[in-house]
């Protein structure tokens, strides 16, 4: 088993910045991909999909969603296990609960974290 825990949500104006953190815990040998999702206000609903944010593989290998390239930078360290999304240039349309996503075999998720930016 993965678990794993997620910090650093919060509220930020817009043009602002935020870290989020991914703490990995258990059989971690087995992570393979790592990744941030998030669901927007009003998406809370069982069976409504997470809008992938961010993914990165063990060999570093990134990939964005189009709406946060260049603003978003997602990044691991292997040897804490630890994940990180570094978020610059927030915009309202960012206010979501972000989840950590740990792919070992089975998939294990965090519990979210809010991330709400004011206009």
């Known amino acids: 088993q993965v678990q794993v825990v997620e910090s650093g949500g919060g509220l930020v104006q817009a043009g602002g910045s935020l870290r989020l953190s991914c703490a990995a815990s258990g059989s971690t040998f087995k992570i393979k991909t790592m990744g941030w999702y998030r669901q927007a206000p009003g998406k809370q609903v069982p069976g409504k999909q997470r809008?992938?944010?961010?993914?990165?593989?063990?060999?570093?290998?990134?990939n964005y969603a189009d709406s946060v390239k260049g603003r978003f930078t997602i990044s691991r360290d292997n040897a804490k296990n630890t994940m990180y999304l570094q978020m610059n240039s927030l915009k309202p349309e960012d206010t979501a609960v972000y989840y950590c996503?740990?792919?070992?075999?089975?998939?294990?998720w965090g519990q979210g974290t809010q991330v709400t930016v004011s206009s």
């Open positions: 996503n740990i792919r070992w075999g089975p998939t294990s």
């Open positions: 809008e992938v944010v961010a993914s990165i593989t063990t060999d570093g290998v990134t």
